[in-house]
């Protein structure tokens, strides 16, 4: 089994009124994503990946540290960017999140706007490329952490994320130059869908269904 | 810390991100010890490579924020402050844990955007004399210097700079730096680098850093190049 680019989940045309660009998911997806799947696979052989789940891959390359890196860089953003399309949505953002993923945000970080905030910060303060992560960790609760470049939650052993959001400026530079801040707010208020974010709490994370 | 939330505040949509930004460059206070240092050239000159948009945001806005942001964190460390900042970048171990990041990205930043303006703006070509000697020498060819530093620009994973370093013997090497790391935080001296942060070639470029990287060379400034080699030589190169 290779691995394979998903197909978005909507049109790429589809979140143009909510800040992202045609243009954007075109390169984003079409590209971006894609060079990561083609690279992956380049490295099944030589790396011994063959017969291995995208996320054990992407857990042994985090813990192999330095001697890691080239197997993360290009797992880690497969699976991150599988996660990435799933979250977003046309009928994503507002204010309204669905009970369980209310309740759960208020008991572990003090509520949705303390949430969004924390959220906003992790990603703001993620120094160049990278990745910000609501997720469940060790102990069951909740918790808001960033990671760098091709990095993530699981090849960091934090936890099992279940919403992840873009900071490469690939993500958002059409859209919003310079200007991350405005990106991330955007990205809170209309592209979540919250409903997806409750789905992958109650089942403790995403399955990316990816392997070698 | 690249971006400050005041920055976000001030700035608006994307769409008017430039124009805002303008105002934002002639307000903001000049307190601290470090200066955007103007572009030695019209916004225009690099069009052989790189687009006027990209050349007005990398500098007004993203080089302009590493220096605002360097100086903020520097506000109450006045000793500090005083370095040059190729000695300040040689002292990260030796600062305080509150500010060792926040110097590293936004000095590093500062330094090596100061660096970049400097070495473009020409005309591309080839370098002469003594510079083109001592490619020769420890590369083989120019050519060979130019893949080489392409292929280090082009496989920098994630954002960082690829760098032609100089030694005090006039000696030269290849570097890769992620994020705004540069040889100087460990002493060494750059004679010329190229940006690959995305910010660098997006508008222009979109996923394609690797035409990017081979553009480049249409704009450097030999001339200012060759300076640089003769103050790295001569031990006055800053940074």
Redo the contacts between chains.
Sequence with gaps: MAFSLPPLPYSTTALAGQGMCQETLE?HHG??HN?YVTALNGLVESKGLAGKSLETIVAEAGKAGADG?PVL?QAGQHWNHVLFWQVMSPKGGGDKLPAALAAKIDSDLGGLAAFKEAFKQAG??Q????WAWLIIGHDGKLKVTKT???ANPLSTGEGQPILGVDV???A????????????L?NFLTKLVDWDVVEGLLKSGGMKSGQGA | ???S?R??LL?G??AS??VASRAFAQTAPAAGPFTLPPLPYAPEANEAAIDTRTMQ?HHD??HA?YVNNLNAALKDHGQIGGLPLGVLLTKLAELPDTIR?AVR?NGGGHANHSMFWEIMGGPGGTPSGELAEAITRDFGSFETLRTRLETAGNTQ????WAFVTVSPEGRLGIAQR???DTPLMEGGRVLLGNDV???AY??RY??RRAEYTRAWWNVVNWDAVAKRYAAAKAGTLGI
């Design positions: 390169l590209k971006h060079a890196l860089n703001i303060t120094f160049g490329s990278g760098p470049n091709g490469w400026e690939h958002y530079y059409l859209d919003f130059r310079n200007v991350r801040p405005n990106y707010d | 810390m690249r971006l939330s920055r976000g700035l949509a994307g991100a430039l945001i806005l993203h924020a990041a990205n994973f994630g954002s960082g992620p994020n705004q942060w995305e910010h997006y508008l979109q996923n």
